[in-house]
């Protein structure tokens, strides 16, 4: 990217950003891994804390994405490129499964056993994506650092 798009976007709210974009990610992957023992082990406590852990993830995920929201679609309008715009959808994408998860995790006991492991691959799925093309994007363009 050039240097015009750097000067337009704010430094807080890239560091803002930087701290809390990377947090929900963790959550989700945990959550996730908690389902899958869950699924397993038929334990109540495994399903509990996914549940817990989605709910973590998605009221990390509600700033960053604000920040993107109006990084890309607001501020810099006509400078976002076609890749900063799918990385939004895709981790918009992400969070209205992570939100149907939380759902799914409000069920009665094992109820939520498929669906949830499901959601939840899915979230993780679209994140990773999501990612994997803003580091793609980085480093064809060689800036390592997300604006």
């Known amino acids: 990217m050039n240097s015009l798009v750097i000067s337009r976007r704010s430094v807080v709210a890239n560091a803002i950003y930087g701290l809390l974009n990377p947090m929900p990610f963790g959550f989700f992957v945990a959550a ?5 023992i869950y699924a397993g082990s038929a334990d109540l406590l495994w399903g509990k804390g996914a549940a817990w852990l989605i709910v973590f993830g998605l009221l990390l995920a509600v700033v960053p994405r604000l920040i993107n929201l109006a990084q890309v679609w607001v501020t810099s309008r006509f400078v976002a490129t076609r890749l900063d715009k799918f990385d939004f959808w ?5 969070i209205a499964a992570a939100i149907v998860n939380a759902f799914v995790h409000s069920r009665d006991a094992y109820a939520m056993v498929p669906a949830s492991v499901w959601l939840s691959a899915c979230t993780v799925t679209l994140l990773s994506i999501g990612h994997l093309v803003v580091a793609v994007q980085h480093a064809t363009s060689g800036n390592f650092v997300h604006e």
Do not use: E, G, S
């Open 32 to 36: 996730l891994v908690f389902d899958v």
């Open 90 to 94: 895709l981790n918009l994408l992400a």
